[in-house]
């Protein structure tokens, strides 16, 4: 079974009880129960961002050069956990940039998108067309049997000028849509994402507890309280209503509780 694992961002960010822990030990051990599922299944892993963070350390920098920085740290970190947790699968990372529409321009710097509120203006609409330019490769990758780490931070997002020559847009594509479009190109079999969100709350409150289970149609217009978790809702909803194909959501520590609809929320299609 082919699974694609979305991890949040901010799931591999959070800080632990030791200041002095390297990021690649949160990493290693922020993807362990996700690393359970490679002993089973053929896995493609994307990852999110960490540009909400970067101006606050970092000089500002063009959007599209703190995506690779984010895909190269984040990929690498990822990529050494599972091949230490999966020694006998072929694991690979690599940068990966995603075509938009040319006409989808945005701020330029990692500094616009951190202190910007209205920069969400400029975040592609759910069912905007995308294009992965490298999933031919992503494919034959997975067609032999190859643990995928790529996509990550939402991609480096770039368009066509006047002669077809690509340029960079500084547009955020969010990495749950790259997600669900990969998963669709790809034809995997389940669209899995995992963060620090242990369910959808029956209700859209957490205090009325898990909704275990839904249908597309019916949780599509569910309204939520927590404004990343209704954006992970409405694109899992549309990736089942398009494809058949489930999606779950729930935390990245219990992955394979999530897939087996233990814990987490399970949407499925009609």
Not at 198 to 213: A, F, K, Q, S
Not at 237 to 256: D, H, N, V, Y
Request: with cysteine; glycine share 8%.
């Amino acid at each position: 079974m082919l699974i694609l694992v979305a991890i949040d961002g901010a799931s591999l960010l959070r800080p632990t009880a030791s200041a002095a822990r390297s990021e690649r030990e949160r990493v290693r051990d922020a993807v362990h129960a996700a690393c359970l599922l490679g002993h089973h299944h053929d896995l493609v892993v994307t990852h999110g961002s960490s540009l909400p963070h970067a101006s606050q350390t970092r000089p500002t920098l063009p959007v599209d050069v703190e995506g690779a920085q984010t895909q190269g740290m984040y990929g690498y970190y990822l990529a050494q956990a599972f091949t230490n947790a999966l020694p006998e699968v072929r694991v690979v990372s690599f940068i990966t940039q995603t075509e938009i529409a040319a006409h989808r321009v945005a701020p330029t710097t990692v500094a616009a998108t951190a202190t910007r509120p209205d920069l969400a203006a400029s975040r592609l609409d759910l069912d905007e067309p995308l294009r992965v330019l490298e999933m031919r490769t992503i494919q034959q990758l997975v067609d032999v049997g190859t643990l995928v780490v790529c996509a990550g931070g939402g991609s480096i997002a770039v368009a066509r000028d006047e002669w077809g020559r690509l340029e960079p847009t500084g547009t955020v594509v969010s990495h749950e849509h790259l997600a669900a479009h990969l998963a669709e190109e790809l034809d995997a079999d389940a669209l899995l994402f995992l963060g620090s969100h242990d369910h959808i709350p029956e209700g859209g409150h957490d205090v009325h507890g898990r909704l275990p289970r839904g249908t597309s149609t019916h949780l599509q217009g569910l309204k939520l309280t927590d404004p990343s978790l209704q954006i992970t809702l409405a694109i899992g909803c549309a990736f089942t209503s398009r494809t058949g194909k489930p999606t779950m959501i729930g935390q990245l520590g219990e992955a394979s509780r999530v897939l087996s609809g233990e814990r987490g929320t399970t949407i499925y299609a009609e």
